[in-house]
């Protein structure tokens, strides 16, 4: 069955430093997410990417954070300047949808930034 | 801004009992999507309700969506330990492309 893959599971960096999370959502997908999910918390959407472009995005995703679908598969988020409170799991999802409902968004298993 | 609240948030049973978890949205939703967070996993997706009054079974679990469309409950009927985990109810932010608001969750525990 076709799944999201992240990478790395676990990353760790200093405060300060830019950290590039890396997903590859499933082929046929069109739309893909980042969400966050600090530690037992709710999961809490970041932004959506379609056609190459954001679609939205949250509060949350400040001039610090980018995304970028560099080629036909990868899908990455850039935090430029990590700071302590986005230590966090974050998720990428991606979806197939039509114009007709919102389809079920299948997320990948996250990647872990801890931020020291 | 929008909201969508779950109660209870923690819920311990007993294997054998059922569990309930509500999910209510401060704005009328177009459709409702459940997922299920094991520990230390990431969120699957169960189930999408769509239509007002809309009534969904998967085996033990029953999902319902409300008339007015901004509420939603999920059911288990005699729990089993591969229950465990975080239940969460999502629906898509106004007006928005499919970014998902999450509920904060139900974490449910089921004795054996």
Request: with cysteine.
């Amino acid at each position: 069955e076709p799944e999201v893959t992240q990478t790395p599971s676990h990353q760790v960096t200093q405060m300060g430093q830019e950290v590039i999370l890396r997903c590859v959502p499933i082929s046929n997908h069109l739309y893909f997410y980042w969400y966050r999910q600090i530690l037992g918390q709710k999961v809490e959407f970041l932004v959506s990417f379609y056609n190459n472009e954001i679609s939205e995005k949250s509060e949350i995703f400040d001039d610090q954070f980018s995304v970028e679908r560099p080629d036909g598969s990868n899908f990455t988020l850039k935090i430029r300047s990590t700071k302590l409170e986005d230590s966090a799991m974050y998720f990428c999802a991606s979806s197939e949808r039509d114009r007709i409902a919102y389809n079920e968004q299948f997320f990948g298993p996250g990647t872990r930034l801890t931020v020291l | 801004g929008q909201q969508v609240m779950q109660i209870p948030q923690y819920q311990h049973v007993q294997e054998g009992e059922d569990f309930t978890t509500y999910c209510n949205s401060s704005t009328t939703l177009s459709n409702i999507q459940w997922y299920k967070q094991r520990p230390g996993g990431h969120p699957v997706f169960l189930i999408q309700l769509v239509k007002s009054g809309e009534v969904k079974k998967q085996k033990r679990l029953t999902f319902q969506f409300g008339e007015a469309k901004k509420n939603s409950s999920l059911h288990i009927t005699a729990t089993q330990t591969t229950d465990v985990g975080t239940y969460f109810c999502a629906g898509p932010a106004g007006g928005s492309q499919g970014n998902l608001i999450f509920g904060k969750g139900t974490k449910l525990s089921v004795k054996p």
